[in-house]
């Protein structure tokens, strides 16, 4: 019987695949792949997989990185380990009517090419159950603007890494406000040289330290909206 419990396992340890290298302990054993398609052989339901296997593995991963036990690596293995049991499970989620938790539209502001951060606070978003729309780096306010009325009701992350980007949040921020929408758009910013001060000054709905912060952060808007 598949055990949901080994498919959170190995998502934690990343064991993607039965001939994944990684964990070196697990060599040649099933992994997440192999375990969600035991499950739905099974008859487990897909959301069951996805929540008690896939998202829950992740969970833990969020929670060890938020302590600091583990770090971006590890994130980053968990993550494609997620990914691997996702491509088989999605199918079958939108065949059943499986709504994600929300949509969430991620990007680089314009002039900034830097992405690990952002790769990160959307890998952490798709293993909470997130659709994410990764506009890439290098974005102007525009397109966030765009983004945001082909996906209405979805929550806006901006990403900077530079001080000198950091400051077209707020060009991109205005934009948004400014435009004719009729429905409220969320926004939230994150990286190295952003502050909940500067967050404040220019009037967005959070801001969050790193990946791990930035999924509560979005939970958290989520059910306010």
Same mark, same amino acid.
């Given at each position: 019987?598949?055990? @949901? ?41 897909? /959301? ?26 590890? !994130?980053? /293995? ?10 088989? @499970? ?5 065949? %059943? ?15 900034? &090419? ?5 790769? &990160? ?11 994410? !729309? ?40 205005? &934009?948004?406000?400014?435009?004719? @929408? ?12 952003? %502050? ?7 009037? !967005? ?21």
């Amino acid at each position: 019987m598949a055990n @949901l419990k080994d498919i959170a396992e190995n998502v934690i340890c990343g064991k993607a695949d039965k001939n994944a290298a990684y964990p070196p302990s697990r060599k040649g054993q099933p992994g997440v792949l192999e375990l969600v398609e035991e499950a739905i052989k099974e008859g487990v339901s897909p /959301i069951e997989i996805l929540n008690e296997g896939l998202i829950a593995g992740m969970e833990v991963v969020g929670k060890r990185f938020k302590a600091n036990e583990c770090y971006v690596p590890e !994130v980053l /293995i968990a993550a494609r380990a997620m990914k691997t049991g996702m491509v088989v @499970l999605q199918p079958l989620l939108v065949a %059943t009517g499986v709504k994600p938790a929300g949509t969430f539209i991620i990007g680089t502001v314009k002039g900034d &090419l830097h992405d690990i951060g952002k790769n &990160l606070v959307a890998m952490m978003l798709e293993g909470a159950g997130f659709k994410i !729309v990764d506009l890439g780096i290098d974005v102007p306010g525009q397109k966030f603007l765009e983004a945001s009325k082909e996906n209405r009701g979805a929550i806006v992350g901006m990403s900077a890494l530079l001080t000198t980007t950091m400051v077209g949040m707020k060009s991109n921020v205005d &934009l948004i406000r400014s435009a004719s @929408l009729d429905f409220q758009v969320p926004i939230v910013i994150g990286g190295a040289p952003v %502050t909940q001060e500067y967050a404040d000054e220019i009037g !967005v709905d959070g801001y969050a330290t790193d990946a791990a912060s930035a999924v509560d952060l979005v939970k958290s808007l989520l059910k306010a909206n």
